[in-house]
């Protein structure tokens, strides 16, 4: 069973626009909610995360936002830039357990 | 400095050979992960080491997947009888005290023909 899910496989945005990336899950066992990106042959880099006691947190450009009740969150990048072009992935970390549940990835492009 | 650098990058084998990936993790780091990607899906827990002991191996698909971290530094993931199915990309990760702090190898893309 997917306990973390990301529905949109793509999603293209115009450079300079908000870009949304949602995600949801399944299990309110989660402690934490994190972000990674990743570039081709690259593995994924860590972007922003956030606390399940938290609604919100916010890093520069990026801006993850938390709906316990709705069990889904999502990343805000505005303004979207070209060099955000690539996969990112939710992830989760359950509680009591030292390693990250993965969505299946969304792919962003960020066009010119 | 130096990130968390896997070896091979990519290692193509026949179906029922024996393959070595090997893992060195940034210095300091005493948590240790593996994970798998298959295309398109996103990285699958396998285990985490925490120093030399497996902590958590519960993601580890059936008992032909092996890892050691002998000296609580590079890690090894041993696969026995390499299925099609085994066919991957693995990525190791190291950190410290929190499950944020995981910071990611290039990965080893893994072929069974």
């Known amino acids: 069973d997917q306990q973390v899910k990301q529905n949109s496989p793509s999603l293209s945005v115009q450079e300079g626009r908000i870009s949304i990336l949602n995600c949801d899950y399944t299990?309110?066992?989660?402690?934490?909610f994190l972000w990674y990106k990743k570039y081709p042959a690259e593995g994924p880099t860590f972007l922003i995360s956030?606390?399940?006691?938290?609604d919100k947190n916010e890093d520069g450009r990026f801006t993850v936002f938390l709906n316990k009740s709705a069990k889904h969150l999502s990343l805000h990048i505005v303004p979207s830039q070209p060099g955000d072009s690539a996969v990112y992935f939710c992830a989760a970390n359950p509680q009591g357990a030292q390693k990250l549940v993965f969505g299946q990835g969304t792919r962003l492009t960020i066009n010119p | 400095g130096a990130g968390v650098s896997q070896t091979p990058s990519n290692k193509v084998t026949e179906k029922g050979k024996y393959v070595e990936l090997r893992c060195d993790p940034i210095?300091?780091?005493?948590?240790l992960y593996w994970y798998r990607q298959s295309l398109g899906q996103g990285p699958e827990f396998l285990i985490y080491f925490q120093g030399t002991g497996a902590a958590d191996d519960s993601g580890l698909p059936n008992d032909r997947f092996f890892a050691v971290r002998p000296e609580g530094s590079v890690s090894t993931l041993k696969i026995q009888r390499t299925e099609r199915g085994d066919s991957a990309v693995y990525l190791c990760?190291?950190?410290?005290?929190?499950?944020?702090?995981?910071?990611f190898g290039p990965g080893t893309r893994l072929t069974v023909l």
């Open positions: 299990n309110s066992m989660f402690d934490y």
């Open positions: 956030i606390s399940s006691i938290k």
């Open positions: 990760a190291s950190g410290g005290t929190s499950s944020s702090e995981q910071f």
């Open positions: 210095s300091g780091h005493t948590a």
